[in-house]
């Protein structure tokens, strides 16, 4: 009987130890990434890297963030910002090409994911109005930082830009 207690014991002492030393991986691993305080819209590379914004956007409103990708410049504006979750929020995307010309004849949506965790998809096409601005409400779902990815298809090709802001 004080065998099978003993073993008891340690088979508990072996599982506690694995939990401690897994809750302290993640811990460094959440540690490593930077911290989002609320708000805190910033223009970031697909893996979370900050991207200085384009020379032309270098005195935005902090609701805006700005980045170049390919041959145009895409900027993000959220209202209200900070941003809130399980409310609406008016997402505003700005195209414009190297020269500051608007560019209308693109397709635009947004997917809002967490890099930290799984989510459904949270997915919305943008409607196009006229100057380079495509616009649309979306909601994030709960607080936390969040990864906005601008998907952008214009003559066939798509590309992305990407933007992080801490709710």
């Known amino acids: 009987m004080n065998k099978k207690i003993i073993g008891v014991v340690i088979v508990l002492a072996v599982v506690i130890m694995l939990g401690v030393v897994i809750m302290n991986m993640r811990r460094s691993r959440m540690m490593s990434q930077p911290l ?15 991207i200085s914004p384009p020379t032309a956007a270098t005195s935005l ?10 041959d145009m410049i895409v900027s993000i504006a959220l209202d209200p910002y900070p ?7 008016d997402f505003e995307v700005t195209l414009t090409d190297a020269n ?3 560019i209308n004849d693109a397709t635009v949506s947004l ?3 967490m890099p930290t965790m799984w989510m459904p998809p ?7 109005a ?5 616009s649309a409400t979306g909601q994030f779902t709960m607080r936390g930082l969040w990864r906005i990815e601008v998907i952008v298809t214009r003559g066939g090709k ?3 830009a990407f933007f992080d802001v801490g709710l």
């Open 61 to 70: 409103p902090e609701n805006m963030a700005a980045q170049q990708v390919g």
């Open 83 to 89: 941003p809130t979750g399980f409310n609406p929020a």
């Open 122 to 128: 949270n997915q919305f096409p943008l409607t196009s």
């Open 130 to 134: 006229s100057n380079g601005k495509y």
């Open 100 to 102: 500051g010309q608007a």
């Open 36 to 50: 989002q305080t609320q708000g805190g819209l910033v223009a970031v590379s697909s893996n979370g890297a900050p």
């Open 111 to 113: 997917d809002l994911t």
């Open 158 to 160: 798509t590309q992305s």
